[in-house]
């Protein structure tokens, strides 16, 4: 029974990780190809490239995250609530996807994770370790505070950018930062790929230590790495484009200075988040609070206020939403391991 849920569960990292990469594809190619930096092929083959490069280097933050997250229950208990955790994001991102809203994975992860270890530790199933702390703490506040960061550096940034090249003909501007935007691009989807590719790894360490097969101090296992690295690189070449249509021409009007000023504080603050602090930032959140930021700057109002408080509103919801999918899941396993 154990094997079984086990390899469900691993099933479901792949499928989550899959989905990561094509939803989060938006958040590194929307602004390059509404502004003509890129050609949408040669973005997402980009950005599949780098994304799978950023994992690549997030294995040992990954290795990390999962000695300091959370500790699963022993046994079948454990695997459950992984499976639970999963199958409530993967509804959700399925769910925002077809809404074309852009949504943090990482939230929906963390949303699971709480409402299944409650359900758990409610039916007597085992705790779940330090989730209290390590998700709503060490997790929830980076990533609520990440989009206010990145909407106020973005608005600013685009001040001294603006000054830099205020001698320049519209033209020549417009044409330099294109070439910028493209290399700005490719760090944010870089920096997707240090951010997310954390979890998926993450996710399979300690549910394959719950399901004692992986030592606790152990190491990810190669296959492990090369499950999440594949998933992602193709869910990103599937390119998710409700969600970039979303982004790139429905929530405010960009040009090529501002897309590069959104994707350029961007990368930095997804670089610093997953190297410098080791706290995770969601790419999500953190793109699209700074294309608002760089967006608002200008001397015309451009901003879809209705939906900006949309997008505010299922961001609300995301992890309230998971934490109550993944205890209803976890309440129908429960008689396997009461």
Same mark, same amino acid.
């Given at each position: 029974?154990?094997?079984?849920?086990?390899?469900?569960?691993?099933?479901?990292?792949?499928?989550?990780?899959?989905?990561?990469?094509?939803?989060?594809?938006?958040?590194?190619?929307?602004?390059?190809?509404?502004?003509?930096?890129?050609?949408?092929?040669?973005?997402?083959?980009?950005?599949?490239?780098?994304?799978?490069?950023?994992?690549?280097?997030?294995?040992?933050?990954?290795?990390?995250?999962?000695?300091?997250?959370?500790?699963?229950?022993? *046994?079948?208990?454990? %695997?459950? +609530?992984? $499976?639970?955790? !999963? #199958?409530?994001?993967? &509804?959700?991102?399925?769910?925002?996807? =077809?809404?074309?809203?852009?949504?943090?994975?990482?939230?929906?992860?963390?949303?699971?994770?709480?409402?299944?270890?409650?359900?758990?530790?409610?039916?007597?199933?085992?705790?779940?370790?330090?989730?209290?702390?390590?998700?709503?703490?060490?997790?929830?506040?980076?990533?609520?505070?990440?989009?206010?960061?990145?909407?106020?550096?973005?608005?600013?940034?685009?001040?001294?950018?603006?000054?830099?090249?205020?001698?320049?003909?519209?033209?020549?501007?417009?044409?330099?930062?294109?070439?910028?935007?493209?290399?700005?691009?490719?760090?944010?989807?870089?920096?997707?790929?240090?951010?997310?590719?954390?979890?998926?790894?993450?996710?399979?360490?300690?549910?394959?230590?719950?399901?004692?097969?992986?030592?606790?101090? *152990?190491?990810?296992? %190669?296959? +492990?790495? $090369?499950?999440? !690295? #594949?998933?992602?690189? &193709?869910?990103?070449?599937?390119?998710? =484009?409700?969600?970039?249509?979303?982004?790139?021409?429905?929530?405010?009007?960009?040009?090529?200075?501002?897309?590069?000023?959104?994707?350029?504080?961007?990368?930095?603050?997804?670089?610093?988040?997953?190297?410098?602090?080791?706290?995770?930032?969601?790419?999500?959140?953190?793109?699209?609070?700074?294309?608002?930021?760089?967006?608002?700057?200008?001397?015309?109002?451009?901003?879809?206020?209705?939906?900006?408080?949309?997008?505010?509103?299922?961001?609300?919801?995301?992890?309230?939403?998971?934490?109550?999918?993944?205890?209803?899941?976890?309440?129908?396993?429960?008689?396997?391991?009461?």
């Amino acid at each position: 029974m154990v094997l079984a849920f086990l390899i469900l569960a691993i099933v479901l990292v792949a499928v989550f990780t899959f989905l990561n990469g094509f939803r989060d594809v938006s958040a590194a190619v929307a602004l390059a190809v509404r502004t003509n930096a890129l050609t949408p092929s040669i973005a997402v083959l980009l950005a599949a490239m780098f994304n799978a490069l950023g994992v690549l280097i997030s294995v040992p933050f990954a290795l990390a995250i999962s000695q300091s997250w959370v500790v699963l229950p022993p *046994g079948l208990n454990g %695997v459950t +609530v992984a $499976v639970s955790t !999963l #199958a409530s994001a993967i &509804l959700w991102n399925v769910f925002t996807w =077809w809404r074309g809203i852009p949504s943090s994975s990482t939230h929906a992860i963390v949303g699971g994770l709480t409402g299944a270890a409650l359900a758990s530790t409610l039916l007597g199933g085992g705790v779940v370790a330090d989730v209290g702390q390590s998700l709503w703490v060490l997790v929830l506040a980076p990533l609520l505070l990440s989009p206010i960061v990145a909407f106020a550096g973005a608005y600013l940034l685009v001040v001294p950018v603006t000054w830099v090249v205020r001698h320049m003909q519209p033209s020549v501007v417009n044409r330099r930062l294109r070439h910028a935007q493209a290399v700005s691009a490719a760090a944010v989807a870089f920096g997707h790929g240090l951010q997310d590719g954390q979890r998926g790894i993450a996710l399979s360490v300690l549910t394959l230590i719950a399901a004692d097969a992986l030592p606790a101090n *152990g190491s990810s296992p %190669v296959w +492990v790495i $090369v499950l999440v !690295l #594949a998933c992602m690189a &193709l869910g990103t070449l599937g390119g998710g =484009w409700r969600i970039s249509h979303t982004l790139g021409h429905r929530l405010v009007r960009i040009d090529p200075l501002r897309g590069f000023v959104a994707h350029l504080l961007s990368a930095v603050m997804l670089f610093v988040g997953a190297i410098g602090l080791h706290l995770p930032f969601s790419t999500t959140h953190t793109v699209t609070a700074a294309t608002l930021g760089a967006g608002t700057n200008q001397s015309f109002s451009t901003t879809n206020r209705s939906l900006v408080i949309r997008v505010l509103g299922y961001w609300l919801l995301t992890p309230v939403m998971c934490a109550l999918l993944a205890f209803v899941l976890q309440l129908a396993q429960s008689p396997l391991y009461r």
